[in-house]
């Protein structure tokens, strides 16, 4: 069963507005959130980690948020560029031995 | 430059064939993973590797094999016993736990079987 899911397939956003991507987990003991982003054909290229001792961790435009009591995690983008049209990837890690990913956002930001 | 290497970056085998997908990396990390990627299943586990001459199963370790002979390289083959082997392949790599840190991956290796 999924451990870590994203229930939006794609996001479509204007540029310089706010790009929001979402994941839920199952599993509490997860101790350690990330995002990737990815191109086709290419491997994943870290984006921001948080770890669950925190609720926030910000990177540049980049942010990402943590809610352990609803075990969701989000990726703020803000502003949004077209360079950032990607699938996105969130995965959550137990004592950093495996590494679980959801199933990735595809998203699109319209000049 | 630091990274990791897979080739090769496409690859056709016949049904019945074993093939074997290279990864190497140069930045010293002790762990090592293997993901396959399909169409709208994300990426899933296939084999990792804490150490030299230790792996354990990931979650769909069937008709896959796996060598940790070098800290350097963790190298896959794909077996024909592995029902529907078309897929892309992601290495990565990441310093050992308990430290916490990222996993760094190669550009990939898509497997066709023709």
């Known amino acids: 069963d999924q451990q870590v899911k994203q229930n939006s397939p794609s996001l479509s956003v204007q540029e310089g507005r706010i790009s929001i991507l979402n994941c839920d987990y199952t599993?509490?003991?997860?101790?350690?959130f990330l995002w990737y982003k990815k191109y086709p054909a290419e491997g994943p290229t870290f984006l921001i980690s948080i770890s669950s001792i925190k609720d926030k961790n910000e990177d540049g435009r980049f942010t990402v948020f943590l809610n352990k009591s609803a075990k969701h995690l989000s990726l703020h983008i803000v502003p949004s560029q077209p360079g950032d049209s990607a699938v996105y990837f969130c995965?959550?890690?137990?004592?950093?031995?495996?590494?679980?990913f959801g199933t990735g956002t595809s998203l699109t930001v319209i000049p | 430059d630091g990274g990791i290497t897979q080739s090769p970056k496409y690859l056709f085998r016949k049904e019945g064939q074993n093939v074997t997908l290279s990864c190497e990396q140069n930045l010293n990390h002790d762990a090592m993973y293997w993901y396959r990627q399909d169409p709208g299943q994300g990426l899933r586990l296939i084999y990792y590797?804490?150490?030299?001459?230790?792996?354990q199963k990931g979650d769909i370790a069937e008709g896959y094999s796996v060598s940790r002979e070098k800290k350097e390289s963790f190298p896959l083959t794909v077996t024909s016993a592995q029902k529907n082997p078309t897929a892309f392949y992601l290495c990565a790599s990441r310093v050992r736990a308990p430290v916490t840190g990222e996993l760094f991956f190669g550009e990939g290796s898509r497997l066709t079987v023709l």
């Open positions: 995965a959550a890690s137990l004592t950093g031995n495996q590494f679980y």
């Open positions: 599993n509490s003991m997860f101790d350690y």
């Open positions: 590797s804490q150490i030299v001459n230790d792996f």
